[in-house]
């Protein structure tokens, strides 16, 4: 089965070719540039974009949107996350967070899928992955928040382990939720 | 001449109303609640607020959307300023700005105005206060990011003074173009 990944992040592309290919799905990339609705829900970010993305590509495609919710920060930056990484950066996020003693925070992912089939309607995966905010960034792989997020139960953050990434991650899961929808998809 | 001030914002009403006032212009609140589009520019969610709302009230009806752009940190809170103020709030602006020299900042207000005869366009009108972030926050009048703000060449925040924030503040110019247009348009 070939599906297209409606996105204009290039990182996240190859990341979840990489995953779906174990999983036997082929996706291709559709370059999609558009200006989300301002919501703190994922799910409705996300249906909205795969819905408009579908319009334009007309066939099944996906978008996702993943964002890091910090529980001592009410949730910042949660889905304005990637506005946030370019504004303030993970330097920013430390500041906000020093002397805070409650440091958990989980990524959140939700992919929103849309086959054509029912009427354009679409479809949603959404995985989470709990941790922790570390003192410092660590680690040179991944992007965005990998190198300041400590998954649960680890000692190490996603940017200095990136198969652990991808082996543990909310974006890991969510795409084989998806993964598993299309193999029984009918 | 009357015309709707469309907000959900109740301290946004208050205060524009008793500027609007002394310039002989009487606002009714058109209470709504609306989900602005993603933008880093105010003009662009203010026109789009304003046609949306216009089409709602059939009647003129204008808009603002504020801004607070911190130099140092990219033009952060920016056109996400009421969203950031609710989540990290002035405490945690002033963590992001720990240490920081450069405390430049500008609160910037675009007005959108639909009088309803040019097609539903919207004509926009924008101001800008210039000043720093304050080392603490100080003073009881005002909102949001009142109490961090010292306009230049003042030693005091808005919030200090309230008075004096209606004389000069961003939010007050943009009114008086506003009263200004209203009272030569024809």
Not at 70 to 99: C, H, R, V
Request: proline content about 3%; hydrophobic content about 40%; glycine content about 6%.
């Amino acid at each position: 089965m070939e599906v297209l990944f409606a996105t204009s992040n290039r990182h996240k592309f190859n990341e979840a070719k990489e995953i779906l290919f174990n999983a036997n799905v082929n996706i291709l990339h559709f370059d999609f540039k558009h200006n989300e609705i301002r919501s703190d829900s994922l799910e409705e970010i996300a249906m909205e974009a795969a819905t408009t993305a579908y319009k334009l590509a007309k066939k099944p495609v996906f978008v996702e949107d993943t964002g890091l919710f910090i529980d001592a920060l009410n949730g910042f930056p949660g889905t304005y996350s990637a506005w946030a990484q370019k504004k303030i950066g993970n330097e920013g996020i430390l500041k906000l967070m020093a002397g805070t003693a409650n440091r958990s925070a989980s990524f959140k992912t939700c992919i929103a899928f849309v086959n054509g089939k029912t009427k354009g309607e679409a479809r949603t995966f959404t995985a989470e992955c709990k941790g922790q905010i570390s003192e410092k960034p660590r680690g040179n792989d991944g992007f965005g928040y990998d190198p300041v997020f400590i998954p649960e139960g680890e000692q190490h953050t996603f940017a200095e382990n990136a198969s652990f990434k991808n082996k543990h991650s909310h974006r890991y899961k969510s795409l084989l939720l998806l993964a598993n929808h299309l193999a029984t998809d009918d």
